[in-house]
């Protein structure tokens, strides 16, 4: 029985998930055949994500929506993720592909704190992601765009950051709120109007889920609250506490609130 080996001379590889994999030659390939455009292929989009810091963490909304053109692709689409205990992640753009680099990326940072026994830092975290999206330059020139958006708490701390990335890597940290996805600029500009630095958590809730109605209100490929369909956004805060998904309950009290006072 023949078995795969790691030449006894080759480099040994870092704390990076991506390169061990690429050492055993077991990489996945993400790229697309040359001249293929996202025109050729049914490929769904993730559209609207944005976060906000609060005082104590940040909150983090996406819609469930996903298109595919002109259609409806999923009403049901998880746009938000737990990267690791003290931090999130949300996927705009190609959402196959952002999906995939999710999972990735969370398992590069357990990778990197079972191997080197600490967690990497915010920032550090905010690079690598960075570094990830720089990656796919190729297929985003080929029209599969995917941009994530990215928040945390370091814990020592308590307080919030948020950053958010271009489609060439650029990695930006934003000192009140970050938006992504068709939506984002209709988002941005309400939480121009309501937000305030010193908001309690409840409040952060309330004005996420509001901007994200707002920017339904306004771009088609935004999917709003469905309380017909019970049909809610993805809603997660991060605070010295660690990640949290917010219950249901309080996510749908805050889109009855929102589908009011946004109209």
Known sequence: MTQSMVPLDAPVPGPSFTELVRSLDMAPDWSVPPGMTRSGLAAPEATTVLALRFDGGVVMVGDRQATAGYD????????????????A???????????????????ELEHYEKLEGVRLSLDGKANYLARMVRTQLPLALQGFVVVPLFCGVEPRTARGHVFTFDAVGGRYEER????????????RAYLRTVYRPDSDQAAAIDH?????????????????????RGIYPNVVTVTADGFDDVDEAVVAAAAERALEVVS
């Open 72 to 87: 409806v692709a999923h009403r049901h689409v998880q746009k938000v993720f737990a990267a690791d205990e003290y931090s």
């Open 89 to 107: 992640v949300a996927i705009s753009g190609t959402a196959g592909l952002a999906s995939e680099m999710v999972r990735l990326f969370q398992t």
């Open 176 to 187: 009140e709120y970050g938006t992504a996805g068709s939506g984002s600029r209709e988002a």
């Open 208 to 228: 996420a889920v509001q901007a994200l109605v707002a920017a339904a209100g306004q771009d088609l490929a935004t999917g709003g609250p469905d309380l017909r």
